[in-house]
């Protein structure tokens, strides 16, 4: 991600606008004309294949089955299907389904048929009364495991950035603006 630092943050405004044609400048642009230097925005943006891009830094892609978590450094299993996903955790609302009466006494009702156990349910679920089956809530907790350990420095900056070595570590700047020559952050006028 790239940041912007403002160097006069205080002349920003919506009317001021810059001078592309022949008319009176703005008085913005007679301060801008003035700088004899700008900033310029900085950061790298650029992952190896198989990495994502997470607060700046590059991490190993999860594993198949495996999804990134809240936090990005963590991966979590996938739930399975019918499961919202919770976080941590993967959750199954209580569901019910119409029973199978075809092996029960059609002169009975449906509570009385229940004693006979000849209720058909679907897998899972278990008969109830008023000729249901009930499935109960489930809760299973996601496999998990952290990949802060594959956390790198980006690979490289876009094609047009500059390099800097700051302090032992490349940070890539946008390239000055014709007429300007970079000095860390900041483009001066040459």
Known sequence: MRRIIPLLPLLSCAACAVNTDDREP???EHVQGALDAYARSSGMDTCAPGEDAVGGK???????GYAPMADKT?????CPSGYTDEGDSCFRAPKTADANMN????SLSCN????LDCMACPAGYKPVTDCKCWMGPDTIDKTTYDRSDTAKAF??????DDQV???GTTVCYAACKAGFHPV???????
């Open 112 to 115: 009385e048929n229940l004693f």
């Open 165 to 167: 070595q700051e302090q």
């Open 103 to 106: 092996g029960c006494f059609s």
């Open 58 to 64: 590059c991490y190993a892609q999860c594993k198949t």
């Open 155 to 160: 690979d490289a900056c876009a094609a047009s």
């Open 26 to 28: 703005s008085p913005i």
């Open 74 to 78: 963590w991966c979590g299993s996938a």
């Open 184 to 190: 860390g952050e900041l483009c001066w006028r040459d």
